[in-house]
């Protein structure tokens, strides 16, 4: 009787197995979505306005001199515990010494005139103002380099001039490839100098859209995609909805969302070593990940939630966005110095951070970015979206304190062509920033598997 009993349970548990991973690795259909919403709180016009305008970045002396004013008549701050540096958020006395640079010595001249030295431009997209950077190779190349067009797209709180640090060495021709880029580098609706918009709804889905739809303004039916944070799930959106368009999709946060992913992350934690032995630690024990989560992402529930309060706080006082910001730019590039006065600020050059909060502070826009992280999460779409695996072949690169770390075998679960996977013992989340080499000879790597891939089929 117990044989009997312990086959009928057996084959119970196979059946409910096959059943419970045929739920998970179901795909849904594509939603229906509106590829020309309109974005404007104008009337859409009969005709809309498809010119492209040269457009020029400027730190004029008005906003200047108001945002010197508002540092220099700063209130002081408490001094961190005794025995503390960074653990209880930005440490104060390393944060004078930021706010004195960009008072006294960061010239807003001078990095203003070094981002006007890509050409800069804007055209509306859907009713919005968008901001982009478009940049061919300079340099006298061979006939034989073909020149492949990609797109660029950064995350919060960035804007494209996250990546001047690249763009040079993605448009200069290299001895051992036989192809170059241009580039578009492009701002996310409500970011840098793009537009937002007054509309609920402008998830990550729709800026997928309105980035597909830049390009094939600019005159690009297929290109390649090279995106972080926020900009890699609009990436990964395009390539799943776009996939005849997108000629190749690289990251350097690649993340599957689907159900499926997060049931074998979690079963992962019984067997971390045999599924992942070089780089488990990174993701299990799951409860290090979480102590780390709950440690880091009080801003995430709190812009997730509640953008509109943390922008109105953040929008009048410049210190309180520079705190707010270089805080989290520090973590994300190294989460295990937060026993130092910078907590990880130091691995990123201060004038390439200062123009990042700059450019936020000039535009008015920290209330617009935050609010992706609420779009983000709000709308059914987003979850059908993400459950459609892309055939689109994917290139994934991992730095050692990118936000998550997702193992090869659970991101093909999104990424079936998951032509190559890097992983490095160095790095962070702003990558273009913080390592702008790496990158680059990833990218150029990345895009040659690419091509390979194309050629097969």
């Not at 701050?77 to 010494?97: A, C, H, V, W």
């Not at 919005?128 to 190349?141: E, F, G, M, N, V």
């Not at 609009?234 to 997108?246: K, Q």
């Not at 910001?325 to 390439?352: F, P, W, Y």
């Amino acid at each position: 009787m117990f044989k009997l009993i312990t086959i009928i349970v057996a084959i119970i548990a196979v059946i409910l197995g096959f059943v419970i991973n045929h739920y998970l690795q179901r795909v849904p259909d594509v939603p229906k979505l509106d590829y020309q919403r309109w974005w404007s709180d104008s009337v859409r016009p009969s005709v809309e306005d498809e010119s492209i305008r040269p457009f020029k970045i400027e730190f004029n002396d008005t906003m200047v001199l108001d945002l010197k004013n508002r540092l220099k008549n700063r209130r002081p701050f408490r001094r961190p515990l005794d025995g503390m540096q960074s653990e209880y958020g930005i440490n104060t006395i390393y944060l004078e010494k930021i706010l004195d640079y960009w008072l006294k010595k960061y010239d807003f001249k001078g990095r203003a005139e070094r981002l006007n030295s890509f050409p800069h431009y804007k055209t509306r997209i859907q009713g919005l103002d968008i901001h982009y950077i478009r940049a061919a190779p300079k340099k006298q190349r061979a006939k034989t380099v073909k020149v492949l067009p990609i797109l660029l797209l950064h995350g919060w709180p960035s804007s494209s001039k996250e990546f001047d640090s690249i763009i040079p060495a993605l448009t200069t021709p290299r001895s051992d490839y036989d192809f170059v880029f241009e580039v578009v580098a492009a701002d996310l609706p409500g970011f840098g100098y793009s537009e937002g918009t007054n509309k609920p709804g402008l998830n990550p889905v729709q800026i997928g859209i309105i980035m597909r739809n830049l390009m094939k303004r600019l005159g690009f039916d297929k290109f390649y995609i090279q995106a972080g944070d926020w900009g890699a799930q609009a990436g990964s959106h395009m390539s799943t909805l776009f996939p005849e368009e997108i000629l190749g999709f690289h990251t350097n946060m690649p993340v599957s969302s689907r159900t499926i992913s997060s049931v074998k992350l979690l079963l992962g934690s019984l067997f971390p070593s045999w599924l992942d032995p070089k780089h488990s630690e990174r993701i299990y024990p799951l409860k290090n990940f979480m102590k780390y989560i709950i440690r880091e992402s009080g801003y995430f529930h709190l812009q997730a939630t509640k953008p509109d309060t943390i922008g109105a706080a953040l929008t009048d006082t410049p210190v309180g966005m520079a705190a707010y910001i270089m805080e989290k730019m520090g973590i994300c590039s190294n989460r295990d110095q937060v026993n130092t006065e910078h907590s990880g600020l130091a691995n990123l050059n201060i004038d390439d951070v200062l123009d990042t909060i700059t450019i936020m502070w000039a535009n008015e826009q920290i209330t617009t970015s935050v609010r992706i992280y609420a779009e983000g999460f709000n709308w059914p779409e987003l979850g059908i979206v993400h459950n459609i695996p892309t055939m689109v072949p994917t290139a994934a690169l991992n730095f050692r304190y990118e936000v998550v770390y997702q193992p090869d075998w659970v991101l093909r679960d999104k990424f079936p062509n998951l032509v190559r996977s890097t992983t490095l013992d160095f790095g962070g989340h702003f990558a273009s920033m913080h390592t702008p080499k790496e990158l680059v000879d990833d990218i150029f790597a990345s895009v040659k598997e690419f091509i390979k891939f194309h050629e097969k089929k």
